[in-house]
């Protein structure tokens, strides 16, 4: 059974102060992981999608990146409106197709001014 | 948004009574999806459809019945609604199955 474990739960930051939010997954193999944003009353926002260890992908103050076990999902200098909770999922090979997505619980992120 | 309504955005019913949900997509998407988020779970997938009359269950699928008659709709109707179905409802779409999902706003349901 594929399974993804985000951690922290909670982050609380201060305004510049950089760090990194962890995905770690089990899957058979995998086809993709996907990282998403959630603001309080909105639906997940896509922000990047990995397929192979060692690949990166930033945005702005962030930065993912993945492993075979696990991807990080790094914000540098961060600013009051990066607070969101951070979703991720994963997709294996042997389960094609989104109706196979699995997400984990997410880390709910606080930037203090 | 990816021109994705959900409706309606908050809904309390009662123990017993059938409820249902619509998503509206205008972006012509062939796959739409309907989860449920709850506290100390990842998003769970309810049922997905892949293309007009076209659907499937997902994990959570109990208690719960779709139905797409058009490309731009998708219905989740509860047929008799518990207590355990109280949970904020987001539906998703893309264009691919292996592409990202991009999902509405989701809307909060209260059985009382």
């Known amino acids: 059974e594929d399974q993804v474990t985000q951690s922290p739960e909670a982050l609380r930051l201060q305004e510049g102060e950089s760090s990194s939010l962890n995905c770690s997954y089990t899957v058979s193999g995998l086809r993709g992981l996907f990282w998403y944003r959630q603001d309080p009353g909105k639906g997940p926002e896509f922000l990047f999608t990995l397929y192979s260890a060692g690949e990166e992908k930033e945005k702005e103050r962030l930065k993912a990146t993945l492993t075979k076990k696990e991807s990080f999902l790094h914000i540098t200098a961060p600013k009051p409106e990066d607070s969101a909770t951070y979703l991720c999922?994963?997709?294996?090979?042997?389960?094609?197709?989104?109706?196979?997505?699995?997400f984990g619980t997410g880390t709910r992120l606080t930037i203090i001014p | 948004d990816a021109g994705i309504t959900q409706s309606p955005r908050h809904k309390v019913t009662e123990t017993g009574t059938p409820v249902t949900l619509r998503c509206h997509q205008t972006?012509?998407?062939?796959?739409m999806y309907w989860y449920r988020q709850d506290p100390g779970h990842g998003l769970r997938l309810i049922h997905y459809s892949y293309g007009v009359k076209d659907t499937d269950k997902g994990e959570v699928s109990d208690g719960y019945s779709v139905s797409r008659s058009k490309t731009e709709d998708f219905l989740l109707t509860l047929e008799s609604a518990t207590s355990s179905q109280t949970s904020v409802y987001f539906c998703a779409i893309t264009d691919r199955d292996n592409s990202p999902l991009h999902f509405g706003n989701g809307t909060r349901l209260t059985v009382t």
């Open positions: 999922a994963v997709q294996a090979v042997s389960n094609f197709g989104n109706e196979k997505l699995t």
């Open positions: 972006e012509n998407h062939r796959y």
